[in-house]
């Protein structure tokens, strides 16, 4: 099971940081991702770090803006989110998805098993 948190309403040039945390099943995740997805729009990959390898994935649309982080002991993830526009306004959802050998798609949501509700982030002009 995956919670996120920490959405809300913010202004452009504001920071929100969304918490993601994992229970139950979740245990033994290698990738973490974040997906977010506006109305009317298909859900679009963010970024995703895979902790077995080390690598980062960023969206060239959120490249040194986002950042993704996390905690082990505590089971959670995040994403902080600085420099905000209105375009990134949509739901945002966490991802996880077990240890897989080989190259992977980080990118793809079909790769993830588990997710989160989602949580709203909107950002006003």
């Known amino acids: 099971q995956l919670v996120e948190s920490g959405g809300g309403l913010v202004q452009a040039g504001g920071s929100l940081r969304l918490s993601c945390k994992a229970s139950g099943r979740t245990f033994g995740t290698d990738v973490v991702g974040w997906f977010r997805q506006a109305p009317g729009k298909e859900r679009e990959f963010v970024v995703a770090f895979r902790w077995s390898v080390g690598r980062t994935n960023y969206a060239d649309s959120v490249k040194g803006r986002f950042t993704i982080s996390g905690e082990n002991a505590k089971n959670t993830a995040y994403l902080q989110m600085n420099s905000l526009k209105p375009e990134d306004s949509a739901v945002y959802y966490c991802?996880?998805?077990?240890?897989?050998?080989?190259?992977?798609?980080?990118?793809?949501?079909?790769?993830?098993?588990?997710w989160g509700q989602g949580t709203q982030v909107t950002v006003s002009s």
């Open positions: 991802a996880a998805a077990p240890f897989r050998p080989g190259p992977l798609d980080l990118s793809s949501s079909e790769f993830y098993v588990y």
